[in-house]
Every structure is written in C-alpha cells, then in structure tokens.
C-alpha cells in the first residue's frame, strides 16, 4: 500500500536548521509530487510548498521562501525539507503528503506521512 | 493568496443527525475544493476533492457541494468516527490553503 514515513522528532535551538525526510513507498515514485505541510500547537495547517519528484522543480510558499528547500532523491525514494534559522513559531507537526493524482502539481493531498514533532526551544 | 473561511468554529451535535459545515473563498475556486477530516493525534484524511468527489473508502453519508465560493461539507446522518475537525482546502492558486477547521463534537 502507498505510505510515507517521516523521520523522527527533533529538538533544535533558535537559529538551527532542521532537516526532515520523508520516504515513499508502495507506488512509483517519481510519478507524483510531494507537499509539505505544518500544524503548530492546537492551530490549523499550513502549506509550506510542493516539489516534483520527477525533477526536483519546487514551489514554495512565499512565507518561507529563503528559509526552506526541499529536495528529493528518487534512488532511495525520499523526499527532504530543509527549514533554516528557526524561530520559536516555527514550533510545529511537520507533516509530507502525496499529490492525490500522477502529474498533477499540488494536487490534493492525500496520502500523508505521520508527521514529525519539531520542537524549537532554547 | 486565497482566504477561505469555515463556518461554525463548533457544532455541538449528537450521532444521527445531520452536519452541515460551511467553507466561503475570497475569490472563486471553480471546483477546486477539498475537504479533510482530522482526529486528535492523527494525520488528516482526504475525504471530498473537486468539490464533490468522495475519496475511496469515504462513506455515502458524507458528501460535499458548491462552486465558485460557497462550498458545504453535509453528514446525514452522524457516526460516532466522524465527530473529529474538519477542514477546507483549494488548489485553485498558490498558495494552497486552508480554512482555520470547524471542529465537530458530540452534544
């Protein structure tokens, strides 16, 4: 069956960066884009931005343009976002999730990755 | 970007009776909205796409409408699984976004 796993919580100091992966199984992956997505504390989502695993092409919100990347390396079927100099309202679940249809850019989501809990604390 | 925004925050309703929550876009969406469900601790769930469209495995109760910028999400007839939140989502432009959730619970 299609599934996304998400690597694990992680802990950083304001100003770090985290990395996120996301690896994808049970379907052919360069076939779909990957999304991903945030959820603060008891808040809604927010989608950060989309890339082609194709190609590697991104969109990225404007919110955090300049601050994240997000790369893909189809040998091992997995996708990374790369969020730097965090704040404390960057605080959030971190969640991957498939475009719902092949080649269809920022389709709907669905399915998604479990989520990683991104804690940022001094 | 696109606003959209969910009415109610809350309804208060108990198993058997009908839901209908509401998602208004700043601007037309044509056909362009989902709606996800969420429970506590979980990932959301597609649930309805192209403003109507059920996803595979999501029950006949549960059924969306609209167009442009007025979009319901109806349950006819409550579950005790499906009191959970609730969001809309369009992917008419970029950004995708969201509505802030109405969150459904028991009476």
């Known amino acids: 069956q299609v599934q996304l796993v998400q690597s694990g919580a992680a802990v950083k100091k304001p100003g770090a960066s985290v990395k996120v992966s996301c690896k994808a199984s049970?379907?052919?992956?360069?076939?779909?884009?990957i999304n991903w997505l945030r959820q603060a504390p008891g808040q809604g989502l927010e989608w950060m931005g989309w890339?082609?695993?194709?190609?590697?092409?991104?969109n990225y919100a404007q919110k955090f343009q300049g601050r994240v990347s997000m790369t893909t390396d189809p040998s091992t079927s997995t996708v990374y976002m790369d969020l730097r100099s965090l704040r404390s309202d960057d605080t959030a679940i971190y969640y991957c999730a498939r475009d719902f249809r092949m080649a269809a850019a920022g389709d709907w989501f669905a399915p998604w990755g479990q989520g990683t809990l991104v804690t940022v604390s001094s | 970007e696109i606003v959209l925004t969910q009415s109610p925050a809350t309804l208060s309703l108990s198993p058997g009776e009908r839901a209908t929550l509401s998602c208004r876009a700043s601007q037309s969406v044509s056909d362009y909205l989902a709606w996800y469900q969420q429970k506590p601790g979980q990932a959301p769930r597609l649930l309805i796409y192209?403003?109507?469209n059920r996803a595979t495995g999501i029950p006949a109760r549960i059924s969306g409408s609209g167009s442009g910028t007025d979009f319901t999400l109806t349950i006819s007839s409550l579950e005790p699984e499906d009191f959970a939140v609730y969001y809309c989502?369009?992917?008419?432009?970029?950004?995708?976004?969201f509505g802030q959730g109405t969150k459904l619970e028991i009476k």
């Open positions: 192209d403003a109507s």
């Open positions: 890339i082609s695993a194709y190609n590697g092409n991104v």
């Open positions: 049970g379907y052919n992956f360069i076939s779909f884009g």
């Open positions: 989502q369009q992917r008419s432009n970029w950004p995708r976004t």
